[in-house]
């Protein structure tokens, strides 16, 4: 623990010193303060908005959508992906569909899907659980490919049948890699979350940082902004705590 706090220091640093230059240019005019309010000033909102609680009820909409949409896309994708990595004709018949659907962007989809779909929460969830979804199916199909044939052989040896070996020797020997694409889907789901609500204008952080910006109203901007970057980090903090548990031998040693 005193490692990891000693390894954050020079990087808390440097955002305090990107906090203090904000600040000065804000005071000193070099960059107008319409666009970029002082730091100090933006603090006083976000000191506002956290003791009133202004900030819960959007908050708590946003992360339900996105935890749920990135549920259904991990369990998804891990399920779909050790079917096709370990077996070849599932991977045969569904891989040309998953290469096309994969490389369109998703955000591309949200005007479509907000016909069919309509403006509330199942569109949400639809968009951002395909877009997390991806990230893990490959990750998964590659990991349980890269399995090392070896241990394979050594569970059939043993007697175990193909559920046996799949959950005992596959799934903990890929799990570092299909770890790897959940982390990359988490961010993914993130973005397309605050997207989604930015286009629906059906609440969440999305349509209040979109509401503030049309109203010029930058402090309180910058303010949600700050928030949605303190989300974003807390559930990267929360994936690594989680990651280390589940992977606990693939854990780098502190240095």
Known sequence: MNARLI????????????LAALEVAGRTGLIKAAIM??????????WRLLSTGAFVDPMVQTLTILFVAYAIACLAGIALGVAMGWFRPIS???EPLVEILRTIP??????????FLGLGDPMKLFIVALAAF????????????????VQIDTARTFGHGTVATLTRVVLPASAPLILAGMRVSLGIALVLVVLAEMMAGTGGLGQIILDTEHSFKARETFAWLVILAVVGFALAMLFDWMERRIAFWNAPRQQ
Do not use: H
Not at 37 to 46: D, G, H, K, N
Not at 106 to 115: A, C, D, G, Q
């Open 92 to 94: 045969g018949l569904l």
């Open 134 to 149: 991806f990230p893990v199916l490959i990750n998964t199909v590659q990991a349980v490919r890269a399995v090392d044939p």
């Open 37 to 46: 309010p002082p730091t100090s000033e933006i603090a006083r909102v976000l």
């Open 106 to 115: 998703k955000p591309v989809l949200l005007p479509p899907l907000m016909l």
């Open 7 to 18: 390894n954050a220091v020079p990087g808390a640093a440097v955002v305090a010193l990107a």
